[in-house]
């Protein structure tokens, strides 16, 4: 199974989509027309991102959009309902200042599908569009998001950063530089602040598991040309991120990418920067960023592999009490999560084909597998 291609380009007023031929030279056939707009919807600056939002097989589409008129500053969303449609379902205003930050997507009620994070410039804030029957909702009074509490908000992120299965918020800001992280004390409430300081004006902060110790770990793109990395430490409060790693990448840098580029089933890092018209790399090597390790869980096993319904996890006979089983698709989403208390049974006919991550955590260690749906 190949990848489809999408594009956006605000001059040329076109949100196109290339399905792959499946051939040996990479060709794609245009699979949907040019020009969804009328000219006066024209973006100047429009960022893209593809997330599976919805429960289907379909592969969705989210883009800023940052027209001249004030009332059209925000995220327009494309649902895709098989080759070749797709249709637009909602247009979320998030800023009547400034250009709308290029969002995000974590489920952050449990409903198995993804909801859409991104910054409200105008009230300085960062907020959670919740999916509900087909379409995103929002109402900062209902507590769906965070006042900054400090500094112009840029970019935000979301994950479950103390393992209470809830949602929670990272925030980066400007003047001054830092991204502040809030943890969801329950209904969608958000409190417990920490704050931890940036050498540069933040572009981007993204949450994700980096060493496979089953703690999102903070990466945030600057504005000077470097992306820095701060491990998940496994502990609580101002110390749950530890000392950064800083990586130069180039100047003028874009959004900041993640994807396993070289099959070893760690995320690594790519951004394109318009400074010196490159695209850097930044292979995740295996080794831990974070300063506790999870132990190597020894004698699991899943089967069938390659696998098309159902996908068993067996263990030794040694190893007693509960598995969480934890299923993450190629972009580092996690897509199912299952509680065994013996032999267990993952159903995956649901899911759309492709190859995925299977982690077995366990209260000694962790085991990581490849597994692929056909």
Do not use: E, H, W
């Given at each position: 199974m190949l990848d489809d291609l999408v594009a956006v380009s605000g001059p040329s007023n076109q949100l196109s989509f290339f399905v792959n031929n499946n051939d040996a030279q990479g060709t794609m056939t245009v699979a949907t027309p040019a020009g969804f707009y009328p000219s006066s919807w024209w973006s100047t600056d429009p960022k893209l991102v593809a997330a599976y939002i919805d429960t289907d097989q379909f592969l969705d589409v989210a883009y800023t959009h940052d027209a001249a008129r004030t009332d059209d500053l925000g995220i327009g969303v494309w649902r895709g309902q098989g080759s070749p449609s797709i249709r637009r379902t909602t247009f979320l205003m998030t800023t009547r200042t400034g250009v709308p930050a290029l969002p995000s997507f974590y489920d952050m009620d449990g409903d198995g599908g993804l909801d859409l994070i991104t910054v409200d410039k105008t009230n300085n804030a960062a907020v959670a569009h919740y999916y509900t029957f087909g379409q995103f909702w929002?109402?900062?009074?209902?507590?769906?998001?965070?006042?900054?509490?400090?500094?112009?908000?840029?970019?935000?992120?979301s994950a479950d950063l103390n393992a209470d299965s809830r949602g929670d918020f990272a925030v980066a800001t400007a003047n001054p530089n830092k991204v502040e992280v809030w943890l969801n004390t329950g209904v969608d409430r958000f409190g417990s602040l920490a704050t931890y300081a940036l050498p540069s004006a933040p572009q981007q902060v993204l949450l994700a598991d980096l060493n496979k110790d089953s703690y999102p770990d903070m990466v945030v793109l600057l504005a000077n040309g470097n992306v820095t990395i701060f491990p998940h430490t496994g502990q609580s409060g101002?110390?749950?991120y530890g000392t950064p790693q800083v990586l130069p990448v180039g100047p003028t840098p874009g959004p900041l990418r993640m994807a396993d580029?070289?099959?070893?089933?760690?995320?690594?890092?790519?951004?394109?920067?318009?400074?010196?018209?490159?695209?850097?790399?930044?292979?995740?090597?295996?080794?831990?960023?974070?300063?506790?390790?999870?132990?190597?869980?020894?004698?699991?096993?899943?089967?069938?592999?390659?696998?098309?319904?159902?996908?068993?996890?067996?263990?030794?006979?040694?190893?007693?009490?509960?598995?969480?089983?934890?299923?993450?698709?190629?972009?580092?989403?996690?897509?199912?999560?299952?509680?065994?208390a013996s032999?267990?049974?993952?159903?995956?006919?649901?899911?759309?084909?492709?190859?995925?991550?299977?982690?077995?955590?366990h209260v000694t260690g962790v085991s990581t597998s490849r597994l692929v749906l056909q």
């Open positions: 929002y109402n900062m009074q209902d507590g769906a998001g965070v006042l900054c509490q400090s500094g112009q908000a840029v970019s935000a992120a101002a110390g749950r580029v070289d099959n070893d089933t760690y995320q690594d890092l790519y951004v394109a920067c318009a400074g010196n018209d490159k695209v850097y790399i930044l292979r995740n090597v295996g080794r831990p960023l974070a300063t506790k390790r999870t132990a190597q869980l020894a004698g699991t096993y899943i089967y069938p592999n390659p696998a098309t319904s159902v996908v068993r996890v067996t263990r030794p006979a040694n190893l007693v009490g509960p598995l969480t089983d934890s299923l993450f698709d190629a972009t580092g989403r996690q897509v199912l999560q299952q509680v065994i032999t267990g049974t993952l159903l995956v006919s649901q899911l759309p084909r492709g190859i995925y991550t299977l982690k077995v955590n």
